[in-house]
């Protein structure tokens, strides 16, 4: 029987471990704009592409349109974003962002700034992370 790798050898608990500092560090930023990491999620899917349909949103996020619903119905409730049915087809709805949810891009550049300070990393050693990690899930995602 061989010895398991200990946690912190193993790569998929070191990005979970990650991801879970990197939401601490955002969140007392994020409870300051009104939204959680998981709301600023479909926002950035919506900045980046103004009336996606929840779906759309979803296969972006590489989550479940169930997920989605409930966080654009709170972002609707807080006044960022509006829902409306196509009306070519009553089941898919689309997501826009109201003039709120717009002005908050701006508002968010502290989470970069923020990472960008506390990694102690540069901007270009942060790009050069981000296009490994997306290597790696490009690659896993293929092979699925």
Known sequence: MTDSIPLENQLCFSLYATTIAINRAYKPL??????????YLVLS??????????TAIADRLALEPSTITPLVKR??????????RN??????????????????????????????????????????LNTKVHSLRDALVGSG
Do not use: N
Not at 75 to 84: K, M, Q, S, T
């Open 75 to 84: 972002l609707e409730a807080a006044g960022f974003v509006g829902r409306l």
């Open 30 to 39: 994020l409870d300051s704009l009104g939204i959680t990491y998981p709301q």
């Open 87 to 128: 009306p070519a087809d009553e089941r898919q709805v689309q997501v826009r962002l109201t003039a709120k949810g717009g002005a908050l891009r701006a508002e968010t550049t502290c989470l970069s700034d923020t990472l960008l300070k506390r990694s102690g990393m540069t901007a270009d050693q942060l790009i050069e």
């Open 45 to 54: 899917a919506l900045w980046e592409e103004d009336g996606r349909t929840i």
